[in-house]
């Protein structure tokens, strides 16, 4: 092994920029600064007050909804997207490949989206109990409250699950089946006794994913009306009632925490995948339906016909319907556009370049330190929005923890609402600049440095222009994700500064749905782009 060899495997101390060093553990600083200043808010409320806060009758429901919710959410998205999995990876289900696809586009669907267009559609006096009104049905099960934020939530969640699971089967090595059926084992025993505990580490990991988006949802609890942590932080605060909605989010923060640490101890070893028997879907499935075989495909038919067919129904109707002159304020105009496009583009930017030093540094620095820094640009990613947007609200209001008033110069500004959806999705960028930095032999650009180029000379004319894809990849990334984000967005934007996702959320409060589905439109488009270059990223890392 040569010295350069040694040095990226160990990260030795000598080889580390000092410069680059004490820049990436000030980025990493920033990124957790907020949610200090949360603690820090929380530690002023008064003990007795603070117990009296958490142990009140309220409290305890939205500590009961948000737990219920969330197993709710995590049993039902196992329950539907295990048995998917199974169908488009180890059976001969008809257009398998077609539905391998089309099961996982309800990711596609903002929750908040799916969930005005569920309460359209199944609500009281909905669209559904129009169309069935004729044949004497006067009435539907209620929609809203936990059975509701359960079905919508899971709708857009299950391919969480589902796309673990497939990645866990398609690694599966098809003889250890095959033996097992050879042994006169029937389909559910093999399944059960050599296919499962091969995936079991995948499933868990897309269950805990989604009872990590179950609990941190806002959009979808705050439409059906359900009282849990982010609906209730978010009227807390618009009722100035600081301290409960600081110590609700310590509250729900502690049960994010909890799902992360199961999350990191079962995570799945990408490492170890068998021999890959099982990677091709070109290959002969092995098992046969029989008589199921068309039967079977109506499991995935109504799940993504009721996960995407709802809400291209509600939204095509509300086109086709549409009275704009009801309340023309409502309309989209371009501004909204614009502003959509500068925040999110201005949020890619500064993304960007706040994770280049960060991915470069853990990139080729293999010590504890880089990989502390790489963690800590993550917290944000794992922390609800309305979470870090009330954290930022403290932090720049100084509410009663700085004695230097500097808040009131930069609440409700952009630099804020821009700093904010940075802290929420730099690790996006961090971790495409990083992979791409990994595909970069390092030998380039010591062999750039023997030739007497500086550190960052060497990076900026070999490193640089090698990671770009990644670079571009994770900007995208900042870009399309930041168009979408609701909570942070209607907490943080200055005042009278109108986006596509303030002009949903307004339109749906006001109950002018109308009104939403431009902008819906645009959204689901951005989510598919989204979708698209996370797709093309996994498939380049394979």
Do not use: C
Request: proline share 7%; hydrophobic share 50%.
């Amino acid at each position: 092994m040569t010295r350069l060899d040694r040095l990226t495997a160990t990260g030795d101390p000598d080889d580390r920029s000092l410069g680059l060093t004490l820049l990436a553990g000030a980025v990493a600083a920033s990124m957790i600064l907020p949610l200090s200043w949360l603690l820090l808010e929380a530690t002023k409320v008064e003990s007795t007050r603070a117990w009296n806060l958490l142990l009140r009758p309220a409290t305890v429901e939205t500590l009961v909804n948000s737990l219920l919710l969330m197993a709710g959410v995590t049993v039902f998205s196992v329950g539907i997207g295990v048995p998917l999995a199974w169908l488009t990876v180890q059976t001969d289900l008809p257009f398998r490949r077609f539905w391998s696809v089309v099961v996982a586009l309800p990711l596609v669907v903002p929750s908040y989206i799916g969930a005005f267009t569920f309460v359209s559609a199944f609500g009281p006096r909905g669209e559904f109990q129009s169309l069935l009104q004729p044949l004497g049905i006067e009435q539907l099960p209620e929609i809203y409250g936990l059975p509701g934020s359960i079905l919508v939530i899971t709708l857009y969640t299950y391919p969480y699950v589902y796309l673990t699971a497939r990645a866990g089967l398609l690694s599966f090595d098809s003889s250890l089946l095959e033996a097992a059926r050879s042994l006169n084992h029937g389909r559910w025993a093999a399944f059960r006794r050599v296919t499962l505990p091969h995936v079991r580490p995948a499933i868990i990991a897309g269950g805990l994913l989604a009872a990590l988006y179950a609990v941190s949802d806002f959009g979808t609890p705050a439409i059906m009306r359900l009282p849990v942590f982010t609906r209730q932080i978010f009227v807390e605060f618009n009722s100035f009632n600081q301290d409960y909605a600081s110590l609700l989010s310590i509250q729900l923060l502690g049960i994010v925490l909890v799902v992360l640490a199961l999350e990191s101890r079962i995570r799945p070893d990408d490492t170890v995948h068998g021999d890959g028997v099982g990677n091709d879907q070109s290959t002969e499935p092995l098992i046969e339906l029989g008589v199921w075989r068309w039967p079977a495909t109506l499991f995935p038919a109504a799940v993504t016909s009721l996960a995407l067919l709802v809400p291209v129904w509600i939204l095509g109707l509300w086109l086709v319907t549409a009275d704009l002159a009801a309340r023309p304020e409502l309309g989209l105009k371009l501004e909204y556009v614009t502003n959509s496009v500068l925040v999110a583009g201005a949020a890619a930017v500064v993304a960007v370049l706040a994770a280049v030093p960060v991915a470069y540094f853990a990139a080729r620095d293999a010590s504890p330190l880089s990989n502390l820094f790489e963690r800590a640009t993550y917290v944000g990613f794992a922390v609800p929005g309305i979470v870090l947007a009330l954290a930022l609200v403290f932090f720049a209001t100084g509410y009663e923890t700085a004695d230097i008033p500097f808040g009131p110069q930069i609440y409700q500004t952009l630099p804020l609402l821009v700093f904010a959806y940075v802290v929420r999705f730099m690790p996006q960028a961090v971790g495409s600049i990083r992979t791409s930095t990994l595909q970069v032999d390092p030998k380039l650009g010591e062999a750039a440095r023997s030739l007497g180029s500086s550190p960052v000379a060497a990076f900026r004319k070999i490193t640089l222009p090698l990671v770009t894809p990644g670079i571009v990849a994770g900007a995208a990334l900042v870009f399309l994700t930041t168009m979408k984000e609701l909570p942070a967005t209607l907490i943080l934007r200055p005042t009278g500064f109108e986006t596509l996702v303030t002009l949903v959320w307004k339109a749906q409060e006001s109950a002018y749905f109308q009104y939403a589905v431009v902008p819906s439109v645009l959204l689901l488009a951005v989510s598919g782009l989204s979708m698209i270059i996370i797709l093309r990223q996994d498939g380049s890392n394979h």
